[in-house]
Antibody
Framework: QLQLQESGSGLVKPSQTLSLTCTVSGGSISSADYSWSWIRQPPGKGLQWIGYIYHSGSNYYTPSLQSRVAISADRSKSQFSLQLYSVTAADTAVYFCARSVHINYVGWFDTWGQGIQVTVSS | IQLTQSPSSLSASVGDRVTITCRAS??????LAWYQQKPGKPPKVLIYEASGLESGVPSRFSGSGSGTDFTLTISSLQPEDFATYYCQQFSSYPLTFGQGTRLEIK
């Protein structure tokens, strides 16, 4: 059974870099049938897609974060990672990693990690 | 593409039939999914491609619509259905979610 687990620092200082890793077990991140995304949810608010990485290494990032974000993958470890640069308090959120069905494009998210709370504070 | 859900919150009783609406700011064909989220948990997909029932999801959940107007219907509410529901479009990037509909016990 596929499982995703987020890990990383839960507390980041303003202007520093948020770094998270998602470890995938029970499946391969090299499959052409799926892509791998990060999604966040500020406290008490809705969901925001951050971006994805595909098995080919191709990426897409949501425009509002594009200048500050990078998603990479380490297939040997079945992991993909998020880096968000120059964070502010507005980046405080629960961060989820998720798998999406990929049919020429990123589709719906069929498997999610449990989420990790990240707080930006000095 | 902006997704607008209505209502934002809803009170209902066990056994009620409930409908939640999601309207897209432009046509998205059937590129829509519905999720259920309970407090402290990740979202769980219920419906994909507007009307496809995800494996393992009870048949009381159904989805319909295409273009700009979509609905999620729960035919007979069960106690475990009280949660927040989100729609998500995957017709074009960036993928976007609706603001959510909170379903509460009356």
């Amino acid at each position: 059974q596929l499982q995703l687990q987020e890990s990383g620092s839960g507390l980041v200082k303003p202007s520093q870099t948020l770094s998270l890793t998602c470890t995938v077990s029970g499946g391969s991140i090299s499959s052409a049938d799926y892509s791998w995304s990060w999604i966040r949810q500020p406290p008490g608010k809705g969901l925001q897609w951050i971006g994805y990485i595909y098995h080919s290494g191709s990426n897409y990032y949501t425009p509002s974060l594009q200048s500050r974000v990078a998603i990479s993958a380490d297939r040997s470890k079945s992991q993909f990672s998020l880096q968000l640069y120059s964070v502010t308090a507005a980046d405080t959120a629960v961060y989820f990693c998720a798998r999406s069905v990929h049919i020429n494009y990123v589709g719906w998210f069929d498997t999610w990690g449990q989420g990790i709370q990240v707080t930006v504070s000095s | 593409i902006q997704l607008t859900q209505s209502p934002s919150s809803l009170s209902a009783s066990v056994g009620d039939r409930v409908t939640i609406t999601c309207r897209a700011s432009q046509g998205i064909s059937t590129g829509l999914a519905w999720y259920q989220q309970k407090p402290g948990k990740p979202p769980k997909v219920l419906i994909y491609e507007a009307s496809g029932l995800e494996s393992g999801v009870p048949s009381r959940f159904s989805g319909s619509g295409s273009g700009t107007d979509f609905t999620l219907t729960i035919s007979s509410l069960q106690p475990e259905d009280f949660a927040t529901y989100y729609c998500q479009q995957f017709s074009s990037y960036p993928l976007t979610f609706g603001q959510g509909t909170r379903l509460e016990i009356k």
